[in-house]
């Protein structure tokens, strides 16, 4: 194989932060007073450090320089020192107040001004029992100096260091007094604020007063348990402890959901198509060319404030909807200012250092760019099949680029910047600005083994899995991200504008051999999506009207830009450049030689949302009337290319493989295509209301969302149904096709109601009821032929129709403390006409249809609990944390006929359905068993985090004949954590272990009993993976990854 030089980064730049990394703990701490051991007995509350220092001087030899003037507005919060040595006390004052200390002799201490104190904040939003946030809450700081929260409930109060105590007024609401409230030099200190309606009949001021604990506590819970609806999710600081590098790794650890591939998330048993994907409130397109589902992974972690999931639904969101909707909030208008930063880099125990083999890399690809040899004619963005083939019908050429490239891999790196800044203005309010950017790129070498793809070993050798392929994978993956935002908000307005970039490069490449049989698979990837965003909450009048829009542009492309696949006969030779010679070229998803493809999906959304929410009182009832308007409009153009690629003396000779396809061996090109163009356009419109009611205990918020979808109008395969019908038969023009086309009803209404029942302040009882649907994609309403690595044959869609789902939910819930949940759901799912996608029969194609219905019933549970009531040391600190689902489901598939007709109107055409037995089964990439597992331990200045995940076996293909589908077992997570905070807090070193049981994922087909039997409903038993009997379809082994990254808050 050739060899191409390192580029980009690379390694010395990393070494370079490695060696940093492990002097800056050094710098910290290197000063001489660590060095004195005299005892020292200190027991105060909160004082100054001039105090601290006095009692340091009565009880020592020494001589301290200071200024006690300056110190006497120090600030030093409640300490304890019992026979520590006196270098303990000055390495606290050091790391906590704005002092340089200094031994300058042996018996002087210097005790210097350093810098100016510098104020604290208190932050945090105010919210009623409701959730919803309030505009115009007065905070004071004993009885002085004081703001007003904004428009969306938050609030920042800026305090020299010391304790507080804070008043939160309302009108028609109780005060709050919350004592205790400790600020810290330039550090943040987050309080949530729950305020209680007044009673109607109350004519006095009612103040209620709690210390700091407790009511940040109370005000967690508002924020956890008051929501509307039932919701699971996981915050930046839960992200920040795991190894996870984007959010398609980071949904496994939320309860009720896993992933597929890392990228493609299943809720409660349900598969990606049936989850709707939200990001920052607008709904997310589907970023695959054959699938409907959402990539998670070309979203970096480092730029999410949270990711929440919402398993009911209300009027006022989607109604396509199954699972769950998943919905990503990146970093907002921040509330303070900020700058930080994190550099980081990662080794595999298979990969770095290791030979690593790609096409011919440019340099560009490590800016998430694609090679210019993949190009068509030129170039890759084109609008449609018919103008790419135009080009190289006048004489064009295409690039021979097949050879294969060595060199040594290098560690993977990743850089991410982001800061914020906040301006005030004079009436109050304030303008603030973020921005943040990320960097990464990842290669990875996995041990491959599979009789996908026709390399099938046999039936000799199961302990062996029955395998014929066996070779690596290679992948490299480069990820950009940015975000920039402004915004404005005082207390009654808040508007803000947001704008994302997100691009990723994934080229994977397989190379591997059955006998002399040799395949080459090139899956590589660009996805660029582009995000636009405004939107605005305003306060009208003083009744607590709300208007709040949202208006949103959206731009993704996503292509295959030259995918390349091969199979032949082949030698290996390691005195050749390329050291494979084929011949026989070939790929069983191409109808001339092997193939190469070019695919594009090209979509463009806008989104809006905006309502208004009115509260009234009604027989001493409170309650809130939300109605609004919402919708989308989409322009998709999506095409497949597929090249046969051949040359004249194939078969004769042994051709090394990097000059086999070229003009010197008399390469030929064939395009195939199969209606695999389209350029389609469509719009939703949805109006919906929702009333919020409150009685005592109980809260109701129900209501009502009407959605207008033409979806016939969009529907190619539907017009394809109609012209086979016709096709030769008489009165083609005059059949009534009424029955079909009624199947998809413009207009549809989706009522919901969530009712709860708050038995304590801190528990809940919910019951939640709602009808939802999920549509086919526009993809999916045009017929297309690709081939498929993942399904191993050519994937194709014919009509499908919607699917209608009831949706019911219980669920019991505990906030014991703060951070701190348990939980009991049971949920049940009745879906009509799912859709899956099914191998035909023994061939290798694959089709997109609909079953008869599906029925999920399932148990989740939920455990977050730290040991701080303990009180022991150590243990106090730690945190445990579990989650579970458990899932029965069954599905009925079906077979349609849409050729019959009614024996008394010949001229109507009436579907036939034929239903099969009912299967027990999940449905594709659905389990039956889901768990997730962690423990943490946090201290300053060292956290340590240890977290678990576990997916039984998943449908992974099902077929027309159930005892040939294929199931996967996914790979068995334990990752591991270490931080260190070094640098006055400041900075933080992580060090992150991914895979540490060295786990590994199999696709697998079924041997029951003695491999002849066969059993037409098997047990869930029976359906897990059994090494040495199941004959295996693919298996991929990662590896260890080890990772080390350093973060510094300026």
Known sequence: MQKIAKRFCGWKILSKHWLVWGILPTVSVAQSYKTLSDKVLLQ????????????????????????????KKIKVTASHFNSNSIADVLYYLDENTPLDIELTDANTISLRTGRQVKDGKVTGKIVDSRNEPLPGVTIKADGSKGTVSKVDGTYELSLSPGTYTLTYSYISFESRKVTEVKIHENENTPLNILLARAANSQLREVTVTANYRKASVQGLYALQKNNAAVTDGISAEQISRTPDKNIGEVLKRVSGLATMENKYVIVRGL????????????VMPSTELNRKNFSYDIIPSNIVENVTVIKTLTPDHSAEFGGGLVEVNTLSVPTSNFFNITVGGSVNNQTTGKDFVSLKLEGKEYLGQVSSHRNFMGKLNWGSITEALDAYGKGGTLSSNWGLYKFKAQPSQNYQLSIGHIFPVKNGGQFGAIASVSYRNTLAVQDIRMTRNGYDGGLDDPKAGFLGYTGKRYGFTTNLGGLIGIGYKDKRNMVSYQSMYLRTLEQQLLIGMYQQEFGYFDLTTQTSLFTNQL???????????????MGSYLHLDREKPDNHF????????????????????????????????????????????????????????NNTLKAGFAGWSKDRLFYVLNMGTSFSNDGQNYLPLATAFTAENGVDFKPSHYGDNSHRTASLMAPYIMLDDKIGKFRLVWGVRAEYYNLNKVNEALENVFAMINRDRPNAEKYDFSLIKNQEPNLRFFPSANLTYSLTPAMNIRLAYSQSIIRPDLRELNYFQEYDFELGGNYTAGYVRSSPIRNLDIRYEWYPGAGEVMSLSVFQKDIKYPMEIYKDGTNNSYTLTNNKSAKNVGVEIEMRKSLAFTKIPVISNITLYANGTLLSAHVKPLTLDYNGVDPGNPLLIVPREQVGPSQRRPQTGASNYMANAGIYYDTKPVSLSLVYNYVSNRLFRPSADYSQSLFERPLTALDGQIAVRVLKQKGEIKFNVANLLDSYQVVYFNIYGDGLTRIDNPSTKELLYQAGKDKIDYEARPGRTYSMSFSYKF
């Open 44 to 71: 105060t509350g909160d004082t100054n450090a001039a105090s601290i220092v006095k009692s340091l001087q009565q009880q020592t030899k020494y001589i301290f320089i200071y200024d006690p003037e300056y110190l």
């Open 271 to 282: 598969g990606e198509r049936y989850n709707q994907s939200l990001l920052d409130g607008q």
């Open 535 to 549: 939107k605005g909450e305003h306060t009208l009048g003083n009744k607590g009207i709300k208007l709040k829009w």
């Open 566 to 621: 091969e199979s032949s006969f082949a030698i290996k030779d390691s005195t050749q450049v390329n050291n494979y010679n084929i011949r026989n070229a070939a790929f069983p998803s191409s109808s001339y030689g092997a193939l190469r493809s070019w695919n594009r999906a090209l979509e463009k959304d806008i989104n809006w949302d905006v309502s208004l929410s009115v509260p009234f009182a009604f027989f001493n009832t």
